[in-house]
């Protein structure tokens, strides 16, 4: 374990920004999660293998001479329809049965797609180079590529977005209803087997956003899709469903520990250093829960 | 005659709701009671806190002059505390027989006793108790394939099985085919007469509960309103008034 | 006279005993199938008999696996001078040396995943549903991430398990060797659950996975019995996990130790496939899956795990209680659920 961090401000700016930068991303990719959950009641286990496939359909733009950056166009539209039919031909026939299915349902789909990457895009760990250049702060002391300024603004544009469909538009409007109460909308007229497949739909989009930015500012590889799937349920169960200035904070919250874990107990354990911390919240939560003699639901 | 439940000044609060507010009652040892009210008037709520399902937020529960309202769930029932739920509660991959032996209580409970043999002795008490609610004929099918009513039969079965010294029943006459519920009260009339298990019973059905109870407790809005002998509470306006929603 | 039920253990004995001189090269495929038995009849006992998935029983194989060998090296070697690169030629242990510390090893490889299972069960037990099933999820792939950086253990390239002492037989004897350890293990698991099924455990596992909030509204202590279950599950696992090693030879932290990609699903798969719930289903499900992974993995030439994430998609959703449920469909009689025409008239009418 190295302390230094802790005795180099600058270090501590660096990791902060980097962190913070990061954890905007985490908190789209755990707010696709949190509609799902709360308007279908589905987690998704494979949720990180949808951002990494978004991530591929940018990185595939990229090999072909297009620009990734339009990946953030692009990747939403394809992993909508990708959602949209996942919700079709699998997930409606697990959303109302017992829990032991859907479960195994979306870990089931979460293996598939990472091996179907691996067959189609081979297991070498790439990235969509976007040339972006860097951006110096305090006297060169702080290196921010372009690369993640872009995808911090992109993932704010797109979760603004997002917000303002829901509050104005009808399907927005239908699918915070059948979250309150699935059957009290399907009495007043919601198809909510349509909402439920746009909500899919969405959340994949939204997977394919944060793929396509991840593919620009980071690296993918098909089995890279897990440690995502577990921040955004982290962020999820710390903010709470329906709290969207909770994920950004606990996003952006994650994002600067991940940072600030690279540095004290190095690169080679962020991502044990990331499970550990799920494993400490979930039994921190369950034994303050059991004080009232509840348990998470 | 000595009170084997004594509730005193119990409040329960979720978020802005007053559950209960303030409840207090006893029930003697051996009795029948009722507990009335219309819906969402905190009757299940207080079951709830007697047997240890939350906790409470003010007040004193004593069974068998012991404090019970910091114990779990787990601990309050091997004290002989049991209760049966409304949406009924049964063991649904396991047949009834298993549900049966699984509900007797554990002799031991240490970590030895995790793989003790359940005394083969207990067959023969699963199957009187599954014959005296009726469902002997069924003991060999899933508890999960059985009807709503007979799951219900069933649930009173298991509790009898653990030998419980009092019973907290809710509404367990709900969903009963109206032809069966006469064998119903016989039922619940000899377990507490033979058997020696008091009760304390949520009801909706005013013929059951009067021709059961022997005294009544009426909750409303979270506060007990009225308690008194079945004759008294027939009559009591406050009661009447409770259920025609004047407020 | 014997029965049915003889006859198949019976049967299931002497193929047991006879296999490696029937089939000789087959020795190893044969080994890991009984190793599938005991990864798949271990998850069953917290999927199928409580009703909590686990993804993370994988943990304990892999620390099975790792100490197993760790203890057969440091006992009498520097442990990490074995796993720094080319260590292992340098170190070789007497036949003595080598059984004895196998032994010893393998018996750790048992003892201290239970004591793991043992310690964190009381909190991470206290989870349901989802939020265990992602825990345990967590832990497995954490602790095959932090087994990668321990330098000790060789980080992120590995260790070689011992190497059979020279002048005791030759690979055939190897092989023998190990898939006689492995079809030990795998029968001692089968008989410890069979017997621990029939006893209170087995009722209130069941219990648990029906109605939790029922069996501690009736008294039943249930944490008690879901850690003994876990210490259950973890002991024979690692123990798995330890053979597996030494047959393998080499320790890999993510790809062999704790594999979560392949047997870590593998243990999924094969419980439900089988019938989970019950004591033969986990065994069935994973001779099948065994062999149908050998006979048809190289028609899917590079599609084989991308067929396995399908099936366990297809299994969950169209063929949940799997082959052992399905014959339950068809004969319930065997299973004894029935109402019989006496039980009908033996019915006595309360007065």
Known sequence: MDFLIFQIPILMVQASIDGILLGILFALIAYGMALQWGVMNIINIAQGELVI??????????????????????????????????????????????????????????????????????SDVVVAQSNFGTTMLFNYMVTIPNSKLFAAIVSVIFAVLLVVY??????????????????????????????????????????GVAGSLIAITFTLHPYVGLPYTVRSFMIVIIAGL???????????????????????????????????????????????????????? | MNSILQVNQVCKYFGGVKANENISMTVDEGSIVGLIGPNGSGKTTLFNSIVGTHPIDQGSIKFQDKEVSALPVPTIAKLGLLRTFQQTRIYGKLNCIDNMRISAKSVQDNFLSVFSKIPTELNEKA??????????????????????????????????????????????????????????????????????????????????????????????????IANGKPEEIKNDQRVIDAYLGVQ | MINQKTFIYLAILAFGILAPFIFPAYKLQISIMWILVVLSLTWDVQGGQMGYNTFGN?????????????????????????????????????PLQFF????????????????????????????????????????????GELAGGIELVGAGQGMTSPPWPKGIGDTELRSEFFYFICFILMSSTFLFLRWAYSTRFGLVLNAIRDNEDKAEA????????????????????????????????????????????????????????????????????????????EGFWTFFLGWQYVALGALIVVVVIFFPEGIMGWLREKYPKRFGELVDEEDRKAQVELK
């Open chain 1, 53 to 122: 496939l978004g991530g591929y359909i940018a990185y595939f733009m990229y090999i072909v001479g297009i620009h990734p950056a339009f990946g953030v166009i692009v990747s939403p539209v394809i992993m909508y329809f990708v959602g949209w039919s996942l919700y079709k031909l699998v997930i409606y026939r697990v959303v109302d049965r017992d829990l032991f299915i859907s479960i195994l349902a979306t870990f089931g789909i979460s293996i598939l797609t990472q091996q179907l990457m691996n067959f189609v895009f081979g």
């Open chain 1, 166 to 207: 829901m509050r104005r538009s009808k399907l927005g409007r239908a699918i915070r209803a059948t979250a309150q109460n699935p059957r009290a909308a399907k009495i007043l007229g919601v198809d909510t087997e349509k909402v439920y497949a746009a909500t899919f739909g969405i959340n994949a989009a939204l997977c």
């Open chain 1, 242 to 297: 329906g709290n969207l200035p909770g994920v950004a904070l606990s996003g952006m919250g994650l994002g600067v520990f991940e940072e600030f874990s690279d540095y004290i107990f190095g690169t080679e354990f962020r991502i044990a250093a990331v499970f550990l911390l799920l494993v400490v919240i979930l039994v921190y939560r369950r034994f303050k829960l059991s004080r009232k003699r509840e348990y998470l639901k």
């Open chain 2, 127 to 224: 199957e009187q108790l599954l014959n005296f609610v009726g469902l002997y004929q069924k003991r060999k099918l899933r508890a999960g394939d059985l009807s709503f009513g007979q799951q219900k039969l069933l649930e009173l079965a298991m509790a009898l099985m653990n030998e419980p010294k009092m019973l907290l029943l809710d509404e367990p006459t709900a969903g009963i085919n109206p032809t069966l519920i006469n064998g119903i009260i016989d039922r619940l009339i000899k377990v507490n007469h033979e058997f020696g298990i008091t009760l304390l019973v949520i009801e909706h059905n005013m013929r059951v509960i009067m021709s059961l109870a022997q005294h009544i407790f009426c909750l409303a809005h979270g506060q007990l």
């Open chain 3, 58 to 94: 994988i943990m304990f194989f892999g620390l099975g696996m790792y100490i197993c060998s760790s203890f057969h090296i440091g006992i009498f070697f520097p442990l990490a001078e074995w796993t720094a690169s080319g260590g292992e030629k340098t170190f070789v242990h007497t």
């Open chain 3, 100 to 143: 004895q510390g196998f032994f010893i090893g393998l018996f750790l490889a048992g003892i201290i995943p239970a004591l793991v299972a043992a310690i964190i069960g009381y909190g991470i037990l206290g989870l349901r549903g989802h939020y265990f099933a992602i825990c345990t999820l967590g832990l497995g792939i954490a602790a």
């Open chain 3, 218 to 293: 009736m008294g039943i202590n249930t944490m008690q019995y879901k850690i003994m279950g876990w210490v259950v599950s973890a002991f024979f696992v690692g123990i798995a996990g330890g053979l597996m090693g030494n047959m393998i030879g080499y320790i890999e932290p993510v790809e062999t130790a704790f594999a979560g990609r392949t047997f870590g699903v593998f243990m999924v798969l094969m419980a439900i496939l089988g019938g989970k719930g019950t004591l033969w289903g986990p065994v069935i499900g994973a001779i099948a899956f065994h062999i149908f992974k």
